[in-house]
């Protein structure tokens, strides 16, 4: 079977500070699979060398069993690559609308057109609305997106990267900074992600990662610890020594 | 108005919109001693209109847009002085092309950077496009200007007369051709995305835009409109002088565009406009400290009203509106 997204012995160096050392990690479509580990281990490095935003040392990355190694971050988006950021990377200015359609439009195609007026795009404007209203969006469509409370931020965040239809999701910590009370809705919200979408979550909020994630890899000092099911991960000695503590289960 | 762009945006031309044209045809019956002038003001807008397009949407700092005002002022008169071409639309295409070519070839070098090392690379275009002009004195005519320059009549017909009526119609004509060409521009997907180039570059990336084609797409279009206004201004004042390239016309217009507000289409009519009026009425109050005015509204202007004077408009139409409301 084809994976959705591999990485094979991914290396990442910054002078003699190794952030990343032989990572392997596989995603079958449609999987929901967690990245955790504890801060500086690694993890937003990954997911930037996956994206592209970071070259790799060494190592391969696959997107549907097609080398994007050394892929632009645009290709690998059009391949079906979308991302959301740790801390949120909105269009700040502009209304909420036009923050997913821009990415739509790209998607689409359509985002280098010179000439039709922008909203003369009804399938780009519609869509939009479309997601919007999947994450109870609607009324804020026109709202400049940095009007909004920090939580619908992150829901933005997730729609514009849901916009580029992908198949391999990474989401960077989507409940970041988000208040416990909002969090649910975040956490509703991914359960309602489309179950053809391959996610890859890296969260610090290990309910919402043990109540989301079918899988989850452990990523301690750039090197994989172990990778399983939620229960053999709460259950492994190791992962509670380094990152869960050893109250929980 | 502030920043158009965006797919919830309405493209239809607002009745304010037709404002300065309106002002534009009035000062033509009203003010006839001063068309030569408006011509000058005119052809400003245009430049600055060129610039708002890639500071104000694309978000590229430049101080070096003269480079391509200049070589359009120096190739329009350069064709007609020493080619012997005369016809004023071919001289204003030639224009358009040459700054369009210096445009695409150093928008492909400075877009691959940013910030700083950006700013003093098109600084330095600006610096060699104006020692160029200075050293090639047998083409160009140096430190003395480039003179003998003959525009023949538009389409054979309209001859530039002593008074400016043709000029200033020729421009101003010219000036709605390439505002509804830049409106146009605005209001489409791909001025929604140079909006959001400078709102988040990272996020353009991780959308899969092609960012760096867009940005040089805008900037090669913006060099073409600059080239075009320089053409004008060549036309007009049939002389080139080398005030047209360097520092001083690339950071005059910024300041002209922060005057009147960046990113807002109209601030590229209204920062001009006030720039150039102010800077006669003080040239002739105070012609040895006129600078220091323009350096006052400057300041005042950065300091309170940091969306330029259009800005100032915007607050004082919401707070009409909120005691409306009220």
Same mark, same amino acid.
């Given at each position: 079977?084809?994976?959705?997204?591999?990485?094979?012995?991914?290396?990442?160096?910054?002078?003699?500070?190794? +952030?990343?050392?032989?990572?392997? $990690?596989?995603?079958?479509?449609?999987?929901?699979? /967690?990245?955790?580990?504890?801060?500086? /281990?690694?993890?937003?490095?990954?997911?930037?060398?996956?994206?592209?935003?970071?070259?790799?040392?060494?190592?391969?990355?696959?997107?549907?069993?097609?080398?994007?190694?050394?892929?632009?971050?645009?290709?690998?988006?059009?391949?079906? $690559?979308?991302?959301?950021?740790?801390?949120?990377?909105?269009?700040?200015?502009?209304? +909420?609308?036009?923050?997913?359609?821009?990415?739509?439009?790209?998607?689409?195609?359509?985002?280098?057109?010179?000439?039709?007026?922008?909203? /003369?795009?009804?399938?780009?404007?519609?869509?939009?609305?479309?997601?919007?209203?999947?994450?109870?969006?609607?009324?804020?469509?026109?709202?400049?997106?940095?009007?909004?409370?920090?939580?619908?931020?992150?829901?933005?965040? #997730? /729609?514009?990267?849901?916009?580029?239809?992908?198949? +391999?999701?990474?989401?960077?910590?989507?409940?970041?900074?988000?208040?416990?009370?909002?969090?649910?809705?975040?956490?509703?919200?991914?359960?309602?992600?489309?179950?053809?979408?391959? #996610?890859?979550?890296?969260?610090?909020?290990?309910?919402? +990662?043990?109540?989301?994630?079918?899988?989850?890899?452990?990523?301690?000092?750039?090197?994989?610890?172990?990778?399983?099911?939620?229960?053999?991960?709460?259950?492994?000695?190791?992962?509670?020594?380094?990152?869960?503590?050893?109250?929980?289960? | 108005?502030?920043?158009?762009?965006?797919?919830?945006?309405?493209?239809?031309? !607002?009745?304010?919109?037709?404002?300065?044209?309106?002002?534009?045809?009035?000062?033509?019956?009203?003010?006839?001693?001063?068309?030569?002038?408006?011509?000058?003001?005119?052809? @400003?807008?245009?430049?600055?209109?060129?610039?708002?397009?890639?500071?104000? @949407?694309?978000?590229?700092?430049?101080?070096?847009?003269?480079?391509?005002? *200049?070589?359009?002022?120096?190739?329009?008169?350069?064709?007609?002085?020493?080619?012997?071409?005369?016809?004023?639309?071919?001289?204003?295409?030639?224009? %358009?092309?040459?700054?369009?070519?210096?445009?695409?070839?150093?928008? %492909?070098?400075?877009?691959?950077? !940013?910030?700083?090392?950006?700013?003093?690379?098109?600084?330095?275009?600006? %610096?060699?496009?104006?020692?160029?002009?200075?050293?090639?004195?047998?083409?160009?005519?140096?430190?003395?200007?480039?003179?003998?320059?003959?525009?023949? =009549?538009? &389409?054979?017909?309209?001859?530039?007369?002593?008074?400016?009526?043709?000029?200033?119609?020729?421009?101003?004509?010219?000036?709605?051709?390439?505002?509804?060409?830049?409106?146009?521009?605005?209001?489409?997907?791909?001025?929604?995305?140079?909006?959001?180039?400078?709102?988040?570059? =990272?996020?353009?990336?991780?959308?899969?835009?092609?960012? @760096?084609?867009?940005?040089?797409?805008? @900037?090669?279009?913006?060099?073409?409109?600059?080239?075009?206004?320089?053409?004008?201004?060549?036309?007009?004042?049939?002389?080139?002088?080398?005030?047209?390239?360097?520092?001083?016309?690339?950071?005059?217009?910024?300041?002209?565009?922060?005057?009147?507000?960046?990113?807002?289409?109209?601030?590229?009519?209204?920062?001009?406009?006030?720039?150039?009026?102010?800077?006669?009425?003080?040239?002739?109050?105070?012609?040895?400290?006129?600078? &220091?005015?323009?350096?006052?509204?400057?300041?005042?202007?950065?300091?309170?009203?940091?969306? *330029?004077?259009?800005?100032?408009?915007?607050?004082?139409?919401?707070?009409?509106?909120? !005691?409306?409301?009220?």
């Amino acid at each position: 079977m084809t994976l959705a997204l591999e990485t094979r012995a991914l290396c990442k160096s910054f002078g003699a500070l190794t +952030v990343a050392d032989r990572v392997d $990690l596989r995603l079958e479509a449609g999987v929901r699979h /967690a990245l955790i580990g504890p801060n500086g /281990a690694g993890k937003t490095t990954l997911v930037n060398m996956i994206t592209g935003r970071l070259a790799p040392s060494a190592g391969q990355i696959f997107l549907g069993g097609e080398d994007v190694t050394r892929l632009s971050q645009a290709a690998r988006v059009r391949r079906g $690559l979308g991302r959301t950021f740790q801390i949120n990377a909105l269009f700040r200015d502009m209304s +909420v609308l036009d923050n997913v359609a821009l990415g739509i439009a790209e998607r689409d195609g359509v985002g280098g057109r010179l000439w039709r007026p922008a909203s /003369a795009h009804v399938r780009v404007c519609a869509e939009a609305l479309e997601l919007l209203a999947m994450f109870g969006l609607t009324d804020d469509a026109d709202r400049r997106v940095l009007d909004l409370p920090y939580g619908k931020q992150r829901l933005v965040e #997730i /729609a514009i990267a849901l916009g580029l239809r992908p198949t +391999v999701l990474l989401l960077d910590e989507p409940a970041a900074g988000v208040p416990s009370l909002e969090s649910h809705r975040i956490l509703e919200s991914l359960e309602r992600l489309p179950a053809s979408i391959a #996610i890859l979550i890296i969260e610090h909020d290990m309910d919402l +990662v043990f109540r989301f994630a079918q899988r989850i890899t452990v990523l301690v000092q750039g090197e994989v610890l172990c990778e399983g099911a939620p229960a053999e991960i709460a259950d492994d000695p190791r992962v509670r020594r380094v990152y869960l503590g050893e109250r929980r289960g | 108005m502030k920043r158009p762009a965006g797919y919830g945006a309405d493209p239809t031309i !607002r009745w304010t919109e037709w404002l300065p044209w309106i002002a534009a045809v009035a000062v033509f019956f009203l003010l006839p001693e001063y068309l030569l002038f408006g011509a000058r003001i005119l052809t @400003y807008i245009l430049f600055a209109l060129s610039l708002d397009l890639i500071l104000g @949407y694309a978000g590229i700092v430049t101080l070096g847009h003269s480079a391509f005002f *200049g070589l359009g002022a120096y190739t329009a008169g350069i064709l007609a002085a020493r080619v012997g071409l005369h016809d004023p639309l071919i001289l204003l295409a030639a224009a %358009a092309v040459a700054a369009a070519l210096l445009g695409v070839a150093t928008g %492909a070098v400075i877009l691959r950077t !940013r910030g700083l090392t950006q700013l003093m690379l098109t600084l330095a275009i600006a %610096a060699v496009c104006l020692e160029i002009a200075n050293k090639a004195t047998p083409i160009t005519g140096g430190a003395d200007g480039l003179s003998g320059v003959t525009i023949a =009549p538009i &389409l054979g017909l309209f001859r530039f007369d002593l008074f400016g009526k043709t000029a200033y119609l020729y421009c101003l004509l010219m000036l709605f051709a390439f505002w509804w060409v830049v409106r146009r521009l605005v209001y489409s997907p791909f001025g929604a995305a140079l909006t959001g180039i400078r709102e988040n570059t =990272p996020r353009m990336h991780a959308i899969g835009a092609p960012v @760096y084609r867009r940005l040089l797409i805008a @900037y090669t279009l913006a060099a073409t409109i600059a080239g075009v206004a320089g053409a004008l201004l060549t036309q007009t004042n049939q002389f080139v002088g080398l005030n047209v390239l360097g520092f001083e016309p690339s950071g005059e217009l910024v300041v002209m565009l922060v005057l009147g507000g960046v990113g807002r289409l109209y601030g590229a009519f209204v920062g001009p406009l006030a720039y150039l009026i102010a800077q006669d009425v003080l040239a002739k109050q105070f012609p040895q400290y006129w600078y &220091l005015g323009i350096g006052l509204i400057l300041v005042l202007v950065v300091l309170f009203a940091r969306g *330029g004077l259009l800005g100032i408009a915007d607050a004082l139409a919401a707070r009409r509106r909120r !005691r409306g409301m009220a």
